[in-house]
Each structure stands twice: as structure tokens, then as C-alpha cells.
């Protein structure tokens, strides 16, 4: 911001014109140089910008644009005096008898120049012996310039106007709006019959360009969250295409005077509403910005939020963006009904189209959808007159039983994408499909999404109709069609829950479950669809974040999916969701990776035992994180937590032990160990360093070991739990703390031989999985059992990963699930033999 003369500080700005003026008159007098006059006007354009702000707070919309239209007419106004003082002198002729005119053109001309918009000025003249006007001319134009103003200008003769506007749609397109500033009136007279001319040449080519123009804009600027204000979907330029083909065609000043037929009054006050809020949205981003701009940046939200009187919170940003959207489609609606009624009769539809058009015998909406479900056997648009019928239509206050059944048939239809983009397009979504009124045009700030939740779903179907992938539609075509139908709403629903305070997969699997059951969807899909939405963001997070080589990631995602039809269809769900993201967000790298995770996956569909596994352990997980004591633990330590490789730590112990062991183990600097021996004696020994376990185990053979469990923690550690099946005497409990103090000291020891394991009492399954073999051993028990078997797989550097010990009418039925590191597997004849006795 400058500094503001305190003489002129809270000044109204018509007194601060009027001492400008005097200032001009004054240097005029003075026969002052062009420059010094140009700094006046310079230092009066900066202390203006300067208080826009102020200005902008006490307008409207429009009004604040005409404001500063009529603020820049001033300025050009003194310029054509200054200029024309310069000229003549003393002998200043009468403005009419000067054969120059200044025209402002395009938006300028329509009083809609926004802050830091280019002034296009037209100098229109005719070359007169002794008037001079081309000096005059280049006189008016220095000092403009002199000024900074941004000015884009023309300069024509009254006969080239109409050569010239056969040269470019644009130029004529700026022409038949343009707007008398200065001058003579003699000169406008002119200008105005020559526009007449140009307006009533060639209009259906100018029809057919416009048309053409506005295709080109909106493929390259669609509805995202960045919307562009002027020449994307349902910006300025689709309103000013209703005003340029309404001047051509009926010569009318502005869209509401158009004859009644074309722009219903009613339609005209909810058009009129967005445009006056999308006015005050532009002035506010050129002001914020400090410059021209026409794309509404989502850094630059808080501030032009602020500006139009929001609160600085989240919640109030995302209801400025929401009214943004909202208001954009508003004028896409209206643009497209009037611009069919305005040049039906100058165009002929494209065949390529597809459209479908009112029927005559239509009575309620219901009769509309079902023409919908007749039509969407291929891609179709509703034309702007059935928009328009739709829009009108009768309906029921909410949906009944004939519209649920309707919208249920609609999804068993190949286009169904066709049938939803139309319903948006007519702003019926809210109404056809409940469980989305609240996210439609809800933003989603999240630095991934580049669009509204609901045209974020639309996009999401479309792609799920459209698949491009082989691999994947081969997928989508082995589904029967109640599952397409169930998927197609998946898709549709699956953010529905957004912008809730509770996790939005939750909600959205309820909104899906209650809005499937009215539309009588089967309850084993309903289920499938609940898991899917509950799930739909896990499998892009797992292949693109997590190690999907490593079996415990693989089995923790399968547990989700337990046959290949939910596989399949969390596939195909992934694919059309990242497809709808945006362009680019689903690439050659990431549906690598993403198909890989889905083979990985399939191939162990057939582990029931160990998925169901890793279910209990992830519902262990979820309650953990709800565990007031876990979440006072820093991210790091929780992650840490949530990482440890063990099943067994989940399964076996409730959330108060868990979290009590890993407390533990965050204190451990090399071993910790406990014993407890009120009802029968427990050791736990959490440690870092080596640990001699079998010397433990058969020092402490003469107690009967009833369950041991062993669990990889985290940066190195591990947990041991050993429970015997007696207590010992408290001299005792001395003897036992000096063996785990030697067991950490002691590499080697003497265990006693075991010679009653016979061959087939030993079962090895090195395909248990990827990451672990299996060793399971039925045998009489004995005294040493244990510490035998240990010492064995300490001699061969076999790591046990967890080990259950069970123990029954003098039998033992003993898992051990071992790391697979080449040692297990390609020794096992050697552990059969060395268990055996055989070596």
C-alpha cells in the first residue's frame, strides 16, 4: 500500500477528482510539459488503487465494477481535454466538431471492468484536413501510457470498423459492445451505424465460431477447485456469450431484456444472484492477487474469503468455495437453456451429440428418468430443453417407493454416467440421490483432489463405465450385473460421507447401507458394498506407501477382502476413483504397483487361518488407537507399535498388556526381566543383546513349561514369556535371576538328550507363506523338551519368530513359526535328524 497525502486522506474520491482537475487546470494554464500533467494522474490512479479495498467493502458486485468503469472514464476524460487544450489552445472547437470519439470495448464496455483488467480503448476518428487528429491521437495515448494504466487500445477510422471486424471474432465480438466515453457525438452516431452493419453481418458463421470458442474453453478449463473465473465452465464468458448473441440477434443492453420466451424472469434472479456473487468473487481475487488473474487459487482462498466477509476458519473457507462451485454451475445451467433458445433456429445439432429431447406426453420426473434408462444403452445428452423440462418438472416433496424403484434400474444401465451428469447438470442430485446433498459442491482441501466431491464421483463413474485398462475390464465383465449395479453405486457414494466430523468411510458406508436398502439392493451386496466404501482409499495407500513384498502388508490388506470377487471389485473400485481424481493421478507407475499388490494378494486368499490372523490383530489395532493411554504417545512410538512384526503380541494380550510390554521395551537399553510367582511362576524378559535361552530352558528343566511366547518387538528388541505350571519357593527366585543373568553371559551350554521324537511327530511346512515356515511337534512331554528343540535351532542360527507352547495329558503340541532366512528350510532333514537323536 503507498502512502495516501494526509491532505487527501478519507477523502470522498469525487472531491480528490475534483482537485486533480484543478491541479490540470492549473498546469495547463502554466503551458506545463505532458509528463508533468501524465504524474498528476499517476499519482491520483495510485492513491485510488490504493483505497479500493474501502470501496470494494461498501459494493455490490456489479456496482463496484461500475465504479471503477466510471473512474477510469474520468481519467480518459481529462486526458481527451488535456490532449485537446494541447491542440488548440485558446481556439478549442466544440467536442462535435472534433472528429474523434474514445470507445471503451469489451468488458470495459460493459461497465464489468474488473480492477487490473486490461482497458481496451478504441480511438475511433476521421482524418479531416486541419484538425490534426492523428496528433491529437498520439498525444491522448503518451500520456495514458505516462500514466501505467494497462491499456490495450485501437485505432480505426469510421471505415475500417466494418473491414476490420471481418479480420477476427474477437475484435467484432468487442465492437458490438462497445460503449461511448469522450468525443463527438457525430463520431458515435457513426460508429453505432457501422456496428449495426457488423451486427447483422454474416450471423450465423459468428453463432457457429462463438459456439465452437466456448467447446474449446471449457475442455480446457473445467469446473475444478481452481476454477477459471472468466473462461472456464460457467465463467463470465458463458454469461457474456448469452449478452453477445442476445445484442447480435435483438440488440438488448443487457441478458434481462431479452424477450421472456428465451429468459424466464424466474431463471434470470437465480442467474443474476451467482453472476452479482461471482463479480465481487473476481474484484476481490485482482485485489488479493495484486494483478490480473482469472483463476481462483486455492492460496489465495483465506484472503478473498476475508475480503467478502468470511471468518478466517476452515468451515468458512469451504463454504466460500462451495458457493463458488455452486454459483459457476448456476450460470453453466441457464447459459446452455438460453444459448439453445437464442440460436435454434442459426445452428443445426451435431449429430456426434446424442441427444435426447422433451417428450410430449411427460408428466413427472419419474417419466423423465425412465426415458433416461431407455436412452442409456449408449452415451447421451439431455438437450437444453429437456434440462429445461427437468428442472420444471413435478415432483414429490422427497423420493417414494416409484422413484426408489426407478433409480434403482437406472444403475443396471451401461451410461448410467450419462443419466448422474445430467441430474448435476439440472441440479437434481441432492434431490435423486440423498446420501450426496450434503458434499455436493463440497471442496475437498486435501492437495490431492482437484475437484468437488460430487464431480469428483461423477468423474469416478464415468471412469468405471470407460475402463481403459484390459486387465481391469476383464475384471469388471467376470461381475454378474446386481454386482455392476451394486459397484456403480459404491463408486457414486463413496465420499459421500465427507465433511463430517466423523471419519468420512464410516459415514459413507452408512449412507450407502440405509440408501441401499430403500432401493432394495440384496443384503449380501449391501454388505460387500459397506466393506468396499469402508476400505476404498486402502489399497492405493498400501501399494503406493507400503512394502507390498512383505507378506505381513499383504496380509494385513487381504484380511479386508476375503474372497476374489471383493478383491476384484476393491481393484476395479481404486482404479475408477484414482481415475477420477484428475488427469495424471493414475499412471503407469502407481497401476504397477497397484496391480501387483492385487496378484500378491489373490495369492493368499487361500490362508484362511493366517488372515483371519491378521482381522483380529487389525480390530486389536483399531482399539489401540482409540486407548487414551496410546494416543499420549508420541506419533514415532505409536507407529512403532502399530509396526511390531508379531501376531502373537495382538492375539494373546488385551490393549493394558500390550502397551505395557512396549513400555517397557521403550525403556530397555540391553535386557529387562520380571518373574512373577503368585500363581504359578512367569518369567518376561525383554531384551536387545544375545540371549542364551536354551541355557535357561535346561537349567529350569525340572518345571514343566505349560505356554511360552515370543515376540519381535521393535529396533531390535524381543519379548519372552515363559509360564510353568507350578510356583517355586522364594530361595528359589534367587537361583532363577542369577540363570537369566547368565544366560546373557553364557554362548553355549549342555542340554540333555532327548530320545522319544519320532519322525512322523514332527510336521514342517516351509509354504506356510512367503516370510515364515511352520514347525509344529505332537510328542510325550519331557522334562528338557523344550530347551532341547531351542538349543537346536541355536546351533543352526535359526530365528523363531513365535513359538506356542501347549501341553495335555503328558503330551505337547508345540508351533513354532520361523523367520525364513535359508537356514530353517534348507536344513530339514538336519533338524529332523539332530531331533530325533539321529546326530
Known amino acids: ?148 494504466l494497462k491499456l490495450g487500445h485501437r485505432v480505426h477510422t469510421i471505415d475500417d470498423l466494418y473491414h476490420v471486424s471481418q479480420t477476427d471474432i474477437t475484435i467484432k465480438t468487442a465492437l458490438i459492445e462497445s460503449r461511448m466515453i469522450e468525443g463527438s457525438t457525430f463520431i458515435w452516431t457513426e460508429t453505432q451505424n457501422a456496428i449495426t452493419q457488423i451486427r447483422h453481418d454474416n450471423i450465423e458463421e459468428f453463432i457457429r465460431l462463438k459456439l465452437e470458442e466456448q467447446e474449446i ?76 488473474e482469472d483463476k481462483l487459487r486455492l492460496d489465495l482462498i483465506p484472503s478473498i474469503a476475508s475480503l467478502l466477509g468470511y471468518d478466517t476458519s476452515k468451515k468458512a473457507h469451504m463454504r466460500f468455495a462451495k458457493k463458488v462451485t455452486e454459483s459457476l454451475k448456476t450460470i453453466r445451467l441457464y447459459s446452455i437453456i438460453w444459448l439453445d433458445a437464442l440460436t435454434r433456429g442459426y445452428k443445426v445439432d451435431d449429430a456426434n451429440q446424442n441427444y435426447i429431447y422433451p417428450r410430449e406426453d411427460t408428466q413427472d420426473l419419474n417419466d423423465i428418468l425412465i426415458q433416461f434408462r431407455e436412452h442409456a444403452d449408449k452415451p447421451f445428452r439431455a438437450h437444453p430443453t429437456l434440462l429445461q423440462q427437468l428442472i420444471n418438472i413435478n415432483r414429490p416433496e422427497r423420493l417414494d417407493e416409484t422413484l426408489y424403484e426407478t433409480i434403482r434400474t437406472l444403475l443396471y444401465q451401461p451410461n448410467c454416467y450419462s443419466i448422474f451428469r445430467t ?88 449412507l450407502f447401507k440405509i440408501f441401499a436398502h430403500k432401493i432394495q439392493i440384496e443384503d449380501s451386496l449391501i454388505k460387500m458394498g459397506e466393506t468396499l466404501i469402508m476400505y476404498h482409499t486402502l489399497m492405493s495407500k498400501v501399494a503406493q506407501r507400503e512394502d507390498i513384498y512383505n507378506e505381513t502388508v499383504i496380509l494385513s490388506f487381504a484380511s479386508h477382502f476375503k474372497t476374489q470377487k471383493l478383491l476384484d471389485m476393491i481393484y476395479i473400485l481404486t482404479y475408477a476413483d484414482m481415475n477420477g481424481v484428475g488427469p495424471g493421478t493414475y499412471n503407469s507407475f502407481n497401476a504397477k504397483l497397484i496391480k501387483t499388490l492385487y496378484k500378491q494378494s489373490l495369492d493368499v486368499l487361500g490362508q484362511t487361518s493366517m488372515i483371519n490372523q491378521v482381522e483380529k490383530r487389525l480390530k486389536k489395532e483399531l482399539t489401540l488407537k482409540r486407548n487414551s493411554e496410546f494416543k499420549e504417545l508420541s506419533k514415532a512410538k505409536q507407529k512403532k507399535i502399530l509396526q511390531i512384526p508379531s501376531n502373537l503380541l495382538f492375539l494373546r494380550y488385551d490393549t493394558k498388556r500390550i502397551l505395557a510390554v512396549t513400555k517397557k521395551a521403550f525403556e530397555t537399553q540391553t535386557y529387562e526381566f520380571a518373574i512373577n510367582n503368585e500363581k504359578y511362576l512367569t518369567i518376561e524378559i525383554i531384551r536387545r543383546e544375545a540371549f542364551n535361552l536354551s ?145
Open 217 to 292: 474453453k471449457h475442455t480446457k478449463f473445467p469446473l475444478t477447485m481452481e476454477p477459471n473465473l472468466k473462461e472456464g465452465v460457467g465463467g463470465f464468458r458463458d454469461a457474456n456469450l448469452v449478452f453477445w448473441i442476445g445484442k447480435i440477434l435483438y440488440n438488448v443492453g443487457n441478458i434481462k431484456n431479452l424477450p421472456s420466451d428465451i429468459v424466464d424472469e424466474k431463471e434470470y434472479k437465480a442467474f443474476r444472484i451467482a453472476l452479482e456473487f461471482l463479480f465481487r468473487v473476481r474484484s476481490a481475487l485482482h485485489l488479493v492477487a495484486k494483478k490480473k
Open 1 to 148: 500500500m503507498g502512502i495516501i497525502p494526509k491532505n487527501l486522506l478519507n477523502k470522498p474520491m469525487e472531491s480528490i477528482l475534483d482537485t486533480v482537475k484543478a491541479q490540470i487546470e492549473e498546469l495547463l494554464y502554466n503551458n506545463a510539459a505532458d509528463f508533468e500533467i501524465a504524474k498528476v494522474l499517476k499519482k491520483d490512479i495510485k492513491i485510488y488503487f490504493d483505497t479500493l479495498e474501502e470501496t470494494f467493502a461498501t459494493s455490490g458486485g456489479k456496482d463496484f465494477l461500475v465504479k471503477h468503469t466510471k473512474k477510469i472514464d474520468s481519467i480518459l476524460k481529462l486526458v481527451y481535454k488535456v490532449a485537446a487544450r494541447n491542440m488548440f489552445g485558446d481556439y478549442l472547437p466544440m467536442k462535435n466538431s472534433i472528429p474523434l470519439g474514445l470507445i471503451a470495448l469489451g468488458s470495459y464496455g460493459r461497465e464489468q471492468l474488473c480492477v487490473h483488467s486490461d482497458i481496451d480503448l478504441m480511438l475511433v476518428y476521421k482524418d479531416i484536413p486541419g484538425y490534426n487528429v492523428k496528433e491529437m491521437i498520439e498525444k491522448i495515448l503518451y500520456i495514458l501510457w505516462d500514466t501505467g
Open 695 to 839: 541355557y535357561l530352558l535346561a537349567k529350569l528343566s525340572h518345571l514343566d513349561v505349560v505356554n511360552m511366547d515370543i515376540c519381535k518387538l521393535f529396533d531390535d528388541l524381543k519379548y519372552f514369556k515363559i509360564d510353568f505350571s507350578q510356583t517355586v519357593s522364594e530361595e528359589e527366585i534367587g537361583f532363577i535371576e542369577e540363570m537369566i543373568y547368565n544366560a546373557f553371559k553364557t554362548l553355549q551350554s549342555t542340554v540333555p538328550q532327548i530320545h522319544h521324537i519320532h519322525p512322523n511327530e514332527i510336521e514342517i511346512d516351509c509354504e506356510h507363506s512367503k516370510t515364515y515356515a511352520v514347525m509344529n511337534l505332537h510328542c510325550k512331554d519331557q522334562k528338557g523338551l523344550l530347551a532341547y528343540v531351542i538349543n537346536i535351532f541355536d546351533e543352526l542360527e535359526i530365528d523363531i519368530a513365535t513359538a506356542k507352547i501347549h501341553t495335555l495329558k503328558s503330551r505337547v503340541s508345540d508351533m513354532f513359526l520361523i523367520q525364513k532366512n535359508g537356514k530353517f528350510c534348507h536344513n530339514v532333514d538336519t533338524i529332523i535328524d539332530k531331533l530325533t537323536g539321529k546326530k
Open 423 to 510: 441430474l448435476s447438470h439440472a441440479n437434481l442430485l441432492r434431490y435423486t440421490l440423498p446420501p450426496i446433498k450434503k458434499v455436493v459442491d463440497l471442496p475437498q482441501f486435501d492437495g490431492y483432489h482437484q475437484y468437488a466431491v460430487d464431480i469428483h464421483s461423477l468423474n469416478c463413474l464415468y471412469h468405471l463405465e470407460h475402463i481403459e485398462d484390459d486387465f481391469i475390464q476383464n475384471l469388471w465383465k467376470t461381475l454378474d450385473s446386481d454386482k455392476k449395479a451394486m459397484l456403480k453405486l459404491v463408486v457414486f457414494l463413496h465420499d459421500a460421507g465427507k465433511g463430517r466430523k466423523a471419519d468420512h468411510h464410516f459415514v459413507g458406508a452408512s
